[in-house]
């Protein structure tokens, strides 16, 4: 919702305060077409020069990502910690009970509890095979951790992709408004005959080439690319908290300091109370029981 916002208030913003100013739409109206054909089309084909299939299609659906904000809100922090609270303890009093789990976690009682977490491949592969590396008794947990971070490392690489995309995009489209906007002064100059009121309305269409492409840029394409970028890394965190909770179970912390290390460094706006995860984690205890 913020985002469509924004986008209103740039375009009322940007618009309103020119026509304020005793600017006319008429000149603007009459070479947008043209302009964002050139220039958009310009940057759309450059964007499919410079990406493959599965990047460009990868881009087109985390732009839903701007409007929607991050996957991850606070109750999934909480239903995380949970989650690897039961994982952890019952791996220290039945490691062959885990198993089954970590093995199979589509029909797992214990993921099955958060659906969320259990639809989303990433999380349920790195829980897995992290907690599969433990049963197999690394003598180093620092070896498992250096693992982690390199898989973690390549995954966020490859969810940044969209963003470095789209202001790739953003940084060229002021020069292709200026490559538009020099096509226009050539079309003005073949009229160097015309009357200066025919002139005039020529270079006004002309210079909206160099509007359109700085509008694009720094109004609409960067920020849009910004706020991937920051939805990228806000999600990340979903999984560097899995990370920090199982590298602190590779040390045989017991379950509840695990999910202790994990609770401080989820970032401050989704960490759970402590109180309220001691609820829930109390509310796993009796059921288990």
């Known amino acids: 919702m913020i985002g469509l916002i924004g986008i209103v208030v740039i375009f009322v913003m940007v618009f309103g305060g020119y026509l304020a100013a005793g600017g006319k739409m008429a000149i603007i109206m009459k070479s947008l077409p043209f302009e964002m054909m050139m220039i958009g089309g310009a940057a759309v084909g450059a964007f499919l020069i410079s990406n493959d299939m599965s990047a ?6 985390d732009m839903g990502k701007v409007f929607k904000g991050p996957k991850w809100k606070p109750e999934d922090y909480r239903d995380l910690l949970c989650l690897l609270f039961s994982l952890i303890r019952i791996a220290k009093a039945n490691p062959v009970e885990v198993e089954q789990h970590i093995e199979d976690p589509e029909n797992s009682s214990v993921f099955s509890t958060y659906p969320k977490i259990q639809a989303d491949k990433e999380a349920v592969d790195l829980i897995c095979d992290t907690m599969r590396s433990a049963s197999m008794n690394y003598d180093d947990p620092h070896q498992v951790e250096e693992v982690l971070e390199k898989r973690m490392e390549a995954n966020f690489h490859h969810a940044m992709h969209s963003s470095h ?15 538009a906007a020099v096509l226009g002064v050539i079309k003005t100059m073949g009229s160097i005959d015309q009357p200066p009121e025919v002139l005039g309305k020529l270079i006004g269409g002309a210079l ?25 890394e806000e999600d990340n965190h979903f999984y560097q908290l899995i990370k920090e909770v199982l590298v602190a179970n590779l040390h045989n912390h017991n379950a509840a300091m695990c999910i202790e290390v994990g609770r401080q460094n989820t970032p401050t706006h989704n960490r759970p109370k402590f109180t309220e995860l001691e609820e829930a984690l109390k509310e796993l205890k009796q059921a288990a029981a």
């Open 208 to 232: 909206v080439g160099t509007f359109l492409g700085v509008f694009l840029a720094y109004g609409l394409v960067g920020p849009f690319a910004g706020k991937l970028k920051a939805v990228v």
């Open 165 to 179: 995309a789209l202001q790739t995009v953003a940084d060229g489209l002021p020069a292709l408004g200026i490559v």
């Open 56 to 61: 460009v299609k990868h881009t087109a659906k």
